[in-house]
């Protein structure tokens, strides 16, 4: 399958509501938190998957924004694209959990699940 990089109808990832607060944008991407989890999650601008130098690039400032919530070795990147799998995004994790303590799910039993 080819992606065009044509914003979808209906992606929740190309309409980039603001429903949470933003750490970060650029050009590229924008960081912000997961309206689930609540932890900082980076989008890349267009609707598909990039290529690794890409990703690696675009790791790095999730990675930062990740440092100053959670301290340097306080998280773990999840690269699983769990809800919307063919639009890349990242979350950012605190260490040995899966959801922000600001996440209504914080304490609920974080196994993955492969669908929702
Ligand atoms: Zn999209
Ligand atoms: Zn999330």
């Known amino acids: 399958m080819r992606w065009s990089g044509e914003p ?3 992606c929740q990832l190309c ?3 603001r429903m949470t607060d933003w750490h970060f944008e650029d050009e590229a991407c924008w960081v912000a938190d997961c309206v689930v989890c609540a932890t900082p999650m980076i989008v890349w ?3 598909g998957l990039p290529d690794e130098d890409v990703e ?3 790791l790095a400032r999730l990675e930062k924004v990740a440092e100053a919530r959670y301290g340097r070795e ?3 990147i999840d ?3 769990r809800r ?3 639009h890349w995004h990242a979350h950012a994790r605190p260490a040995g959990g899966f959801f922000d ?4 799910l914080y304490g609920a039993s974080w196994r993955p699940r492969s669908s929702r």
């Open 74 to 76: 306080g998280f773990w």
């Open 56 to 58: 690696r690039d675009l």
């Open 79 to 81: 690269p699983e694209r």
């Open 45 to 47: 601008r267009t609707h």
């Open 84 to 86: 919307i799998p063919d």
């Open 15 to 17: 309409s980039a509501e």
């Open 101 to 104: 303590p600001a996440s209504p």
């Open 8 to 10: 979808r109808d209906g």
